[in-house]
């Protein structure tokens, strides 16, 4: 026992309430299931002309999105260089 050294114990870690195991076990699971919804939305509109073919319904609905992005990245851009 001479040579061995000293385990130190492990630092007290705050104790979570049942309540508030669930409430962060909520919150995690609607973002996550939000951000899922969003990327599948993402991916089958942009699916949509190959499932339909070219019908021009989807086409638009297709170019909408592509113009939605763009104005987004713009305006993020323009943001971070303010």
Avoid: W
């Avoid at 638009?60 to 763009?70: G, L, Q």
């Amino acid at each position: 026992m001479e040579g061995k050294a000293k385990r130190t114990p492990p630092p007290d870690k705050e104790i979570e309430t049942p309540i508030q195991a669930r409430i962060i076990f909520l919150l995690y699971f609607s973002t996550r299931s939000l951000g899922l919804a969003m990327v599948q939305k993402r991916s089958a509109i942009a699916k949509l002309p190959d499932i339909i073919g070219n019908h021009t319904i989807a086409k638009h609905i297709k170019k909408d999105h592509e113009k939605n992005n763009r104005l987004l990245r713009f305006k993020l851009r323009n943001r971070q260089n303010i």
